[in-house]
Nanobody
Framework: EVQLVESGGGLVQAGDSLRISCTFS????????MGWFRQAPGKEREGVSC?????????YYLDSVKGRFTITIDSAANTMYLQMNSLRPEDTAKYYC????????????????WGQGTQVTVSS
């Protein structure tokens, strides 16, 4: 059974940093891609970043977070992180992690059961 547990969110001010974590189980991280998604109130869920640990750790980032967010993964610990710097009010959303298909310019959707997510709120 796939389990996804996100943590580390909080309320911060614009310009602050935050690192959120994702612990996953029920599948091996070998050969899979993992990604971060987010959903703001009234908006559709969107892909933020993904990583391909088996492919030299290649990454994808949403244009609006490039240069500010960094995705990493500890495959041995089945844990993925998203370091978020220079946060903006428009980054406010609930963040989720999930397996995905990670390409250079896009990332795929996830159609399984989502975790509970972790709320990130950035005040101006």
């Amino acid at each position: 059974e796939v389990q996804l547990v996100e943590s580390g969110g909080g309320l911060v001010q614009a310009g602050d940093s935050l690192r959120i974590s994702c612990t996953f189980s029920g599948f091996s991280s070998d050969g899979i891609h993992m990604g971060w998604f987010r959903q703001a109130p009234g908006k559709e869920r969107e892909g933020v970043s993904c990583i391909k640990p088996s492919d030299g750790s290649k990454y994808y980032y949403l244009d609006s977070v490039k240069g500010r967010f960094t995705i990493t993964i500890d495959s041995a610990a089945n844990t993925m992180y998203l370091q978020m710097n220079s946060l903006r009010p428009e980054d406010t959303a609930k963040y989720y992690c999930a397996p995905t298909i990670c390409a250079d310019t896009t990332m795929g959707s996830y159609f399984g059961s989502w975790g509970q997510g972790t709320q990130v709120t950035v005040s101006s």
